[in-house]
């Protein structure tokens, strides 16, 4: 069974920073379809903000695109975001994902595992 414990997070003035981290165990990241970052805002649909496959390629929201970094650490075997320039509106629970998908990378989502989420708290 995959499991995904994250840490960091917490309160934040605007224009500050954090970094989110996210432990897998039970598969080698590497060998996850997609690993990826999720936020979510109570009243709204859980978003997609960042994602990395394993081959390393990785993929943004527009609206975190240059002030959000994901990466790995294929030896610990964990994921990050980086947040830099947080704004109040990214002020949410921030989930990360492990997806596994039918047919390789093309194919519909098969299965995901999520961390148990991380409150982000960016105020003005």
């Known amino acids: 069974q995959v499991q995904l414990v994250q840490s960091g997070g917490g309160l934040v003035q605007a224009w500050g920073c954090l970094r989110l981290s996210c432990a897998v165990s039970g598969n080698k990241i590497v060998s996850i379809h997609d690993l990826n970052w999720y936020r979510q805002v109570p009243g709204k649909q859980r978003e997609l903000i960042a994602g990395i496959t394993p081959s390393g390629r990785t993929n943004y929201a527009d609206y975190v695109k240059g002030r959000f970094t994901l990466s790995r650490d294929n030896v610990k075997n964990t994921l990050y975001l980086q947040m830099n320039s947080l704004k109040p509106e990214d002020t949410a629970v921030y989930y990360c994902?492990?997806?596994?998908?039918?047919?390789?990378?093309?194919?519909?989502?098969?299965?995901?595992?999520w961390g148990q989420g991380t409150q982000v708290i960016a105020s003005s």
């Open positions: 994902n492990a997806a596994y998908y039918a047919d390789g990378y093309d194919g519909p989502l098969e299965f995901a595992y």
